[in-house]
């Protein structure tokens, strides 16, 4: 059976939708290395926003990520945050990546993900040896861009316009499950607390 996506195939948002809501292990049957060679860092920081897209649409935090190797393109992993839909604490965009990736020599592979990545996020990615991590989004969220340059890890933003704006309407919309992601449930409850009268 011949893929759908191929090198003559257009690279468009509904082709980087489906390759982004598609089982990462069943990629194969759905496009040829020759599309992958073709998609840039724009496309695959796009596959990221999406992911962060479906998130928000379950009702989690718009965060998403996606492992490209560095030579061939293939995509190795990708994921989006569930700290509502699974009910898991530390399943960030870049961790559901990594653990969908599974055991990998990271160290030939990009890690594009939707928001600047955590402090845990941003130790795995370096104790996971990461040669580079791509981000799109600085305006929202940042600060472990410095550690994770200082760990030897190539560090860039390409900011992703969607995902800032996707990103922004979610802490305006839901501020204690952006501070839950970010620091806990007991920090989301305090910041509540202190708000009522």
């Given at each position: 059976?011949?893929?759908?996506?191929?090198?003559?195939?257009?690279?468009?948002?509904s082709?980087l939708?489906?390759?982004a809501?598609?089982?990462?292990?069943?990629?194969?049957?759905?496009?040829?290395?020759?599309?992958?060679?073709?998609?840039?860092?724009?496309?695959?920081?796009?596959?990221?926003?999406?992911?962060?897209?479906?998130?928000?649409?379950?009702?989690?935090?718009?965060?998403?990520?996606?492992?490209?190797?560095?030579?061939?393109?293939?995509?190795?992993?990708?994921?989006?945050?569930?700290?509502?839909?699974?009910?898991?604490?530390?399943n960030?965009g870049e961790?559901?990546?990594?653990?969908?990736?599974?055991r990998?020599?990271?160290?030939?592979?990009?890690?594009?993900t939707s928001?600047?990545?955590?402090?845990?996020?941003?130790t795995?990615?370096?104790?996971?040896?990461?040669?580079?991590?791509?981000i799109?989004?600085?305006t929202?969220a940042?600060?472990?861009?410095?550690?994770?340059?200082?760990?030897?890890?190539?560090?860039e933003?390409?900011?992703?316009a969607?995902g800032?704006?996707r990103?922004?309407?979610?802490?305006?919309?839901?501020?204690?499950?952006?501070?839950?992601?970010?620091?806990?449930?007991?920090?989301?409850?305090?910041?509540?607390?202190?708000?009522?009268?």
């Open positions: 059976m011949l893929p759908l996506l191929d090198e003559h195939t257009e690279i468009s948002d082709a939708n489906v390759i809501h598609m089982p990462t292990a069943s990629l194969s049957t759905l496009l040829s290395g020759g599309f992958l060679r073709r998609c840039s860092d724009a496309d695959f920081m796009r596959i990221a926003v999406l992911l962060a897209q479906k998130s928000d649409n379950e009702g989690g935090c718009p965060i998403g990520a996606v492992i490209v190797h560095n030579e061939s393109r293939r995509i190795l992993g990708k994921g989006h945050n569930t700290l509502v839909q699974e009910n898991h604490p530390y960030h961790t559901s990546a990594i653990r969908d990736a599974g990998q020599d990271f160290s030939a592979a990009t890690l594009f928001l600047s990545p955590c402090r845990i996020c941003a795995l990615l370096a104790m996971r040896g990461f040669s580079r991590v791509v799109g989004d600085v929202n940042s600060g472990t861009e410095t550690f994770l340059r200082e760990e030897g890890v190539q560090v933003v390409l900011e992703d969607d800032i704006a990103y922004a309407g979610f802490r305006r919309m839901q501020p204690a499950l952006e501070r839950e992601d970010w620091q806990g449930i007991r920090s989301a409850h305090r910041a509540h607390d202190s708000r009522s009268p």
